[in-house]
């Protein structure tokens, strides 16, 4: 990463947090980085990385219902990844080119990732500009 880097922590509801840290999902190994260059997701044992300008549309939403969103979920529908810690919301980040980020190899890649940040808008808020809502 270059330039300034802002960083969001997960958002952790009590409940989940002792079967999260059995896969290694804490609060010291669950983050969003943002820099001018790059998007960094760690969830535990986890990471997404892309450029930042592959990010191409962001969307605040929740809340969830907890099985769908506690712990790393591949959608069946599109293939988006979730790092979820909390049912209360979080963000998507849809992507111009899928990454990988869940299946060794990079054999399996996403075209978007929900995380549930602390702070969803306020993450949302660095991706805003002319091309994006």
Do not use: K
Not at 54 to 62: A, D, F, P, R
Not at 92 to 114: D, I
């Amino acid at each position: 990463m270059t330039g300034p880097v802002t960083r969001f922590p997960f958002r952790f509801d009590p409940v989940f947090r002792p079967a999260l840290a059995l896969l290694g999902v804490r609060p010291a190994t669950a983050w969003v980085t943002v820099s001018d260059r790059e998007l960094l997701i760690r969830y535990g044992p986890w990471q997404l990385r892309t450029a930042r300008d592959n990010v191409t549309g962001v969307e605040v939403s929740g809340p969830y219902r907890w099985w769908r969103a506690i712990g790393p979920h591949v959608s069946l529908a599109d293939r988006g990844v979730s790092f979820g810690s909390t049912a209360a919301g979080g963000i998507c980040l849809r992507f111009g080119v899928p990454v990988p980020a869940l299946a060794p190899g990079g054999w399996l890649r996403h075209p978007a990732a929900t995380v549930t940040v602390t702070d969803p808008p306020a993450l949302a808020r660095l991706f805003a500009g002319p091309d994006l809502p």
